[in-house]
């Protein structure tokens, strides 16, 4: 065909056949990305002039991944993906601003920066080629592009780099000291139930709690929902498998040639048997879903098909329902719930496949009736438990009162261990910790949970400072007891801190660098490709970094 059109090239038959191929490519395989290209969205993110498109997104997500996959046991794609296209962002705003500076990246440059990348290094630590084609064929893009998206990495690395030199004095010795201090703390536990309540509530009192807390005596949704069990064995029985039918397996067989039709039989008539048998389970229970659907009586398709049918009323989703609690012979009565909270009130699931408490092979599906929505119950109905709430609301505030009374009298001086001897309370001192919540000692791990929970706050607070927290059902008062500052420090500790304290300051004086260099351009985000890609990418926490 080709050679006729070499031929007739001038024809103005040819012309139009080939004019019309031409349109039909383009209209089925290239318009949407004309498209996109015309309207202004063939990118993930504009810069200024500069896109950043899906492909060059796919290359930086590659190189970082197998950067970071070596080091991080669980990434989290989504936050990867997010993290990447903010770096780009500024690389793509550096690589900008590089023209003002005139860096020039050589090519003796990118050599020795993609020999020195691990990823590209064969055992011996030796730059193999093959590797980096390797990794270019597997995520398909061009090596241009690539050695594109190495020269921004460089040009970002020059200019954060006379930041690096950046003295660090006298705010070391600081930084140092502040990360190596610890602190300890007085705690005082104040359970709510251990107060008395002695005040008698009026009927209106009760009421008035009730009406401002209705959540407290919300009755929670139920549903009530049939099963219907098809038995495997029911079915089973009725299977019988001819010697013809065994004798036309035998001969497809691509065995019979080693072995003979006796020795093959039994295994040909299992084989068919079960064949059979899953075909007929899988007409039944289509037979069963289409007369469901066409809203058949349960009960009747039930009889119809000779079903079991087992009745539940009232289950809740969180299986206390004392009827599925008490159904020993349903091993699979979590599945159960989990079907009966996902469907609609009328409607059927789909078959499932599980064992029965007898391991014999069951197919159920699960119909639903009736959804009782969440309601409040009536005040005459939960007077018991409005009682019961107010008098726990009650104990709560007076724990409350208790626990800012003590805070009140430290701020006048007073320790809280002596506040606690007065008023006839036990205090307890916890283990120290620094900053980051670790315990001095990890054996003792008694107040473990109130370090977790308060370390940041008491790092925040001075000496014999108090405050609380309410925790696991208790009131905690605490208070700052000693704040203890390294006599000593260790030089490797002091190297360790001097250089995170220059890794903050350099990234601030960066950050302040992309952020003077970013004015003079315009960030915009294509939500629309991000989601046609896939990416899944947080929109609002994206909005909020640019």
Do not use: C
């Not at 067989?253 to 039709?261: A, H, N, Q």
């Not at 001075?462 to 609380?468: D, M």
């Amino acid at each position: 065909m080709l050679e006729l059109i070499r031929k007739h090239s001038n024809s103005i038959a040819v012309k139009i056949f080939l004019t019309i191929l031409a349109l039909t490519f383009v209209l089925f395989f290239g318009v949407s990305d004309v498209i996109r290209r015309f309207i202004g969205k063939d990118y993930v993110v504009k810069i200024g002039n500069h896109k950043i498109s899906p492909v060059e997104l796919k290359i930086e997500k590659a190189k970082r991944f197998n950067i970071m996959r070596g080091h991080i046991k669980n990434i989290n794609e989504k936050d990867l993906t997010a993290n990447i296209l903010h770096q780009l962002i500024w690389e793509n705003i550096v690589d900008q601003a590089s023209i003002d500076y005139g860096i020039v990246v050589s090519d003796e440059t990118m050599k020795k920066y993609i020999s020195g990348m691990n990823m590209f290094r064969d055992k011996e630590g030796r730059f193999n080629a093959n590797l980096l084609r390797g990794f270019l064929q597997k995520i398909q893009v061009p090596e241009t592009m690539f050695l594109e998206s190495s020269k921004k990495d460089i040009k970002n690395a020059i200019i954060k780099s006379p930041f690096l030199y950046v003295a660090v004095f006298a705010e070391a010795d600081l930084f140092t000291r502040a990360n190596l201090e610890k602190r300890n703390l007085t705690v005082i536990k104040l359970l709510p139930s251990s107060f008395k309540i002695t005040e008698k509530p009026t009927t209106e009192m009760l009421q008035k709690f009730y009406s401002n807390n209705p959540d407290l005596f919300t009755v929670e949704e139920t549903r009530s929902f049939k099963i219907l069990e098809l038995q495997e064995s029911s079915v089973e029985k009725n299977i019988i498998i001819s010697e013809d039918e065994i004798k036309e397996a035998y001969d497809r067989s691509g065995e019979k040639e080693d072995r003979s039709y006796d020795d093959m039989r039994k295994e040909l008539e299992s084989s068919l048997k079960q064949e059979k048998l899953q075909s007929e389970i899988n007409d039944l229970a289509r037979q069963i879903e289409d007369a469901l659907m066409a809203g058949e009586d349960v009960s009747e398709t039930a009889k119809k098909f000779n079903l079991n049918v087992i009745a539940f009323e009232g289950v809740n989703s969180q299986n206390k329902n004392a009827q599925l609690q008490e159904a020993v012979n349903l091993p699979y009565k979590e599945d159960i719930i989990t079907v009966a909270f996902s469907i609609e009130e009328g409607t059927d699931s789909s078959f499932s496949e599980t064992l029965d408490a007898k391991k014999n092979r069951v197919y159920w599906l699960l119909h639903l009736d009736e959804i009782t929505p969440k309601h409040a119950a009536a005040f005459e109905k939960s007077s018991d438990k409005v009682l019961v709430e107010w008098t726990k609301s009650r104990q709560r505030e007076k724990a409350l009162q208790t626990a800012t009374s003590f805070i009140r009298e430290t701020k006048e001086g007073k320790s809280l261990d002596k506040l606690a001897a007065e008023n006839g309370r036990i205090s307890n001192t916890t283990e120290s910790f620094d900053r980051y919540g670790q315990l001095s000692n990890e054996k003792n791990t008694r107040f473990a949970n109130i370090i977790a929970e308060v370390h940041e706050n008491a790092f925040a607070m001075q000496e014999l400072e108090s405050n609380y927290v309410e925790l696991d059902g208790e009131i905690v008062v605490y208070q700052v007891k000693n704040i203890i500052s390294p006599s000593k420090i260790d030089p490797k500790d002091e190297k360790k801190y001097q250089a995170a304290l220059r890794g903050e300051i350099v990234e601030d004086m960066y950050q302040q660098l992309i952020g003077h260099m970013s004015k003079k351009l315009e960030v915009k985000i294509n939500h629309e490709m991000l989601t046609g890609i896939n990416e899944g990418i947080d929109q609002n926490k994206l909005d909020e970094i640019f």
